[in-house]
């Protein structure tokens, strides 16, 4: 019986193609704020994606990134013997919705699901799942080539609720 099922297994394997590929890559970075069961902390945001266009059509497109997320002081020169800077780092998967507004110009907006790593005291380090959304605008500076401006809001759904806020500048690369 377990032949016959690795055999089948097999053959389906064999015959299904899936042409899922990597439409675009991103990177950006910008400011904004963090916070978990704290006050809100300005901080610098760094952010890496993929994107993919599996499953939807040509307009939806499925991206993976992580986000990570800083106390903006970490960055300026001062005395750093035992002190500790607040952070925070998601993972996310979401859904994004483009739209062309004009030739060279369009607006992005993505929901979908997050895992937050809270770092925002020195004792404290949860992973809890979360939703995240983004909107965008930007120019399409070259036929592969995209820079745009956007917002990306994460919100952590247990222990501490972790919230990230970052307005970021991103550069979009198109395969």
């Known amino acids: 019986m377990k032949i016959i099922k690795l055999y089948l297994i097999c053959i389906i394997l064999s015959t299904t193609t899936i042409y899922a590929q990597i439409t675009k890559i991103g990177v950006g970075a ?3 704020t963090i916070k978990g069961n704290s006050a809100s902390v300005g901080s610098f945001s760094g952010v890496l994606f993929v994107d993919t266009d599996i499953l939807f059509p040509d307009y939806i497109n499925i991206r993976g990134g992580i986000l990570f997320s800083k106390k903006v002081e970490f960055f300026l020169p001062e005395n750093r013997k035992g002190r500790y800077y607040p952070f925070i780092k998601s993972f996310y998967l979401k859904a994004i919705m483009e ?3 004009y030739e060279l110009t369009y607006i992005e907006e993505g929901i979908g699901l997050a895992a937050i790593n809270d770092h925002t005291f020195s004792d404290v ?3 809890e ?3 995240t959304f983004s909107i965008s605008a930007g120019v399409k500076a070259t036929t592969r080539s995209r820079l ?3 917002i ?3 919100l952590g759904l247990t222990r501490t609720n972790a919230v990230y806020i970052s307005l970021l500048l991103l550069y979009i690369y198109q395969f």
Do not use: E, K
Request: proline share 6%; hydrophobic share 30%.
């Open 148 to 150: 745009s401006v956007g």
């Open 125 to 127: 380090n949860f992973w």
């Open 152 to 154: 990306d809001y994460g």
């Open 99 to 101: 739209q062309s507004l």
């Open 30 to 32: 910008g400011g904004g």
């Open 129 to 131: 799942p979360g939703i």
